[in-house]
């Protein structure tokens, strides 16, 4: 007891001491995505086409972009009335805003994994924040909000609410490529929810015309979202079987159709997997759980904080079957890798308190451990930090690219295609290593928990 409170008073010491400096950093950072998304709001708001390059580069030219670039706001159109409210206020007051809604939903994401697995709290919100929260802060992403929302679907369809499942789900639907697998696995398992499930989704596309139009709801579809997975094939920061498959050398087309093909049979291998644990464990949010995160696993595209849609099975595999394989499962997933090894500095430092927290809770309170496994983690990602710094860096990359002409009803990923076309990925490709070792791991984890008989009830 005595060394638990001497690791969380180290913890809560630490973020006291980090807090002022993660806040200057917030004030001088450079929230490029939030900036899209408040351009995109800025866009909706004066009735255009938030998709296009004539809506978007100039406010973000405003905004501080450089003149090379635009980034394109890749986000279903009825989530688009959202960033308009957004953009009713100054960008800074609205990006202060968002990181508060931001921490709130970290928070309360906490609460609902609580509820599914009886963990500790202070240990569920360490390890959200550290894994979800800390590389999505600085960018004003939407990741944390949407884990939230994915993180109570659990929670209800645990509980068999199937219209507040059905609820959340809606919230999850802000991130298209991790929705998908969250909302079809639980039309396959929830039959309560699918009623609701409809009302909502009938709901979402009355948003999507009404807030952009039909034409532009249907484009986003057939144009938008095809040439967005375009222009992030080679994106340096994608860590989805894109970037593997890429790395082959294959054309576009089939890189994106063996993608998509490893993102099929592997949502398909954790359905299956998540009705197995479902009858072991019990509790539909099994299949839920299980089907999100081999989806994750197998994503075309995602970032370093994408990957808390995969936290949820793992510290449910770590509260039934407590052991060293599901302790290092919770560790590499909750570490934000891509975001110590990019960044480093202040906005890494803020991890390191989390972390403290998760790797005390998975070695029950053992201070040395403890100790070891956090000086491990920040020592090869500094090591890593120095290597990745050695290449020319993002921003070079932009500032050196000539300008050109683009048409203002061109889609806004044409100058973001030749900024990710332009970008060395090969020294970035170490930094994957750990997080597909955590991917991996869960996936065997799970199917060795999925292939022991069911457990007994009394």
């Given at each position: 007891?005595?060394?638990?409170?001497?690791?969380?008073?180290?913890?809560?010491?630490?973020?006291?001491?980090?807090?002022?400096?993660?806040?200057?950093?917030?004030?001088?950072?450079?929230?490029?995505?939030?900036?899209?998304?408040?351009?995109?709001?800025?866009?909706?708001?004066?009735?255009?086409?938030?998709?296009?390059?004539?809506?978007?580069?100039?406010?973000?030219?405003?905004?501080?972009?450089?003149?090379?670039?635009?980034?394109?706001?890749?986000?279903?159109?009825?989530?688009?009335?959202?960033?308009?409210?957004?953009?009713?206020?100054?960008?800074?007051?609205?990006?202060?805003?968002?990181?508060?809604?931001?921490?709130?939903?970290?928070?309360?994401?906490?609460?609902?994994?609580?509820?599914?697995?009886g963990l500790r709290w202070h240990f569920l919100a360490a390890a959200?924040?550290?894994?979800?929260?800390?590389?999505?802060?600085?960018?004003?992403?939407?990741?944390?909000?949407?884990?939230?929302?994915?993180?109570?679907?659990?929670?209800?369809?645990?509980?068999?609410?199937?219209?507040?499942?059905?609820?959340?789900?809606?919230?999850?639907?802000?991130?298209?490529?991790?929705?998908?697998?969250?909302?079809?696995?639980?039309?396959?398992?929830?039959?309560?929810?699918?009623?609701?499930?409809?009302?909502?989704?009938?709901?979402?596309?009355?948003?999507?015309?009404?807030?952009?139009?039909?034409?532009?709801?249907?484009?986003?579809?057939?144009?938008?979202?095809?040439?967005?997975?375009?222009?992030?094939?080679?994106?340096?920061?994608?860590?989805?079987?894109?970037?593997?498959?890429?790395?082959?050398?294959?054309?576009?087309?089939?890189?994106?159709?063996?993608?998509?093909?490893?993102?099929a049979l592997l949502f398909c291998a954790g359905l299956a997997v998540?009705?197995?644990?479902?009858?072991?464990?019990?509790?539909?949010?099994?299949?839920?759980?299980?089907?999100?995160?081999?989806?994750?696993?197998?994503?075309?595209?995602?970032?370093?904080?994408?990957?808390?849609?995969?936290?949820?099975?793992?510290?449910?595999?770590?509260?039934?079957?407590?052991?060293?394989?599901?302790?290092?499962?919770?560790?590499?997933?909750?570490?934000?890798?891509?975001?110590?090894?990019?960044?480093?500095?202040?906005?890494?430092?803020?991890?390191?308190?989390?972390?403290?927290?998760?790797?005390?809770?998975?070695?029950?309170?053992?201070?040395?451990?403890?100790?070891?496994?956090?000086?491990?983690?920040?020592?090869?990602?500094?090591?890593?930090?120095?290597?990745?710094?050695?290449?020319?860096?993002?921003?070079?990359?932009?500032?050196?690219?000539?300008?050109?002409?683009?048409?203002?009803?061109?889609?806004?990923?044409?100058?973001?295609?030749?900024?990710?076309?332009?970008?060395?990925?090969?020294?970035?490709?170490?930094?994957?290593?750990?997080?597909?070792?955590?991917?991996?791991?869960?996936?065997?984890?799970?199917?060795?928990?999925?292939?022991?008989?069911?457990?007994?009830?009394?």
């Open positions: 007891m005595r060394d638990e409170r001497f690791l969380l008073w180290t913890a809560v010491a630490l973020l006291v001491a980090v807090v002022p400096l993660e806040i200057a950093l917030l004030a001088g950072v450079f929230p490029i995505d939030f900036l899209a998304f408040w351009c995109a709001g800025k866009a909706v708001a004066a009735h255009q086409n938030p998709y296009l390059e004539g809506a978007l580069h100039d406010c973000e030219l405003a905004g501080g972009l450089v003149r090379t670039l635009t980034v394109p706001v890749p986000y279903p159109p009825y989530y688009m009335p959202l960033f308009a409210a957004f953009a009713a206020l100054p960008m800074r007051w609205s990006f202060s805003i968002w990181c508060a809604a931001s921490v709130a939903a970290a928070a309360s994401s906490a609460f609902a994994l609580r509820r599914i697995t959200v924040a550290a894994a979800v929260l800390v590389p999505s802060l600085p960018f004003g992403q939407l990741a944390p909000v949407a884990f939230c929302c994915f993180a109570w679907a659990l929670a209800f369809t645990k509980a068999r609410r199937p219209r507040e499942t059905a609820l959340a789900l809606t919230g999850v639907a802000m991130l298209p490529n991790f929705a998908a697998a969250s909302w079809v696995s639980t039309w396959a398992c929830v039959r309560g929810a699918r009623r609701w499930m409809i009302v909502a989704a009938a709901a979402l596309t009355l948003v999507a015309i009404a807030a952009t139009g039909p034409q532009v709801a249907r484009s986003y579809i057939t144009q938008v979202l095809p040439a967005h997975g375009r222009s992030e094939i080679a994106g340096y920061w994608q860590i989805g079987l894109t970037a593997v498959v890429h790395a082959l050398g294959l054309p576009p087309w089939q890189t994106l159709a063996i993608a998509y093909a490893a993102f998540g009705f197995e644990l479902r009858d072991r464990f019990g509790g539909d949010h099994w299949v839920v759980a299980s089907a999100t995160a081999f989806g994750v696993a197998g994503a075309p595209f995602a970032h370093g904080h994408d990957l808390g849609f995969a936290l949820p099975l793992a510290v449910m595999l770590f509260a039934a079957v407590p052991g060293f394989a599901s302790a290092v499962l919770v560790l590499l997933l909750a570490t934000p890798w891509q975001n110590l090894i990019e960044f480093g500095g202040v906005q890494a430092l803020a991890a390191y308190p989390f972390l403290l927290i998760v790797a005390a809770t998975v070695t029950r309170v053992r201070l040395l451990p403890t100790t070891a496994i956090v000086a491990t983690i920040a020592a090869l990602t500094l090591v890593l930090l120095r290597f990745s710094q050695r290449g020319t860096m993002p921003l070079d990359v932009a500032n050196r690219l000539p300008s050109v002409s683009v048409p203002a009803d061109a889609l806004a990923e044409v100058r973001w295609t030749r900024y990710n076309d332009a970008l060395d990925t090969s020294r970035i490709w170490y930094e994957r290593v750990p997080i597909y070792c955590g991917l991996v791991l869960l996936i065997a984890v799970s199917v060795r928990e999925a292939r022991r008989t069911k457990r007994p009830s009394y």
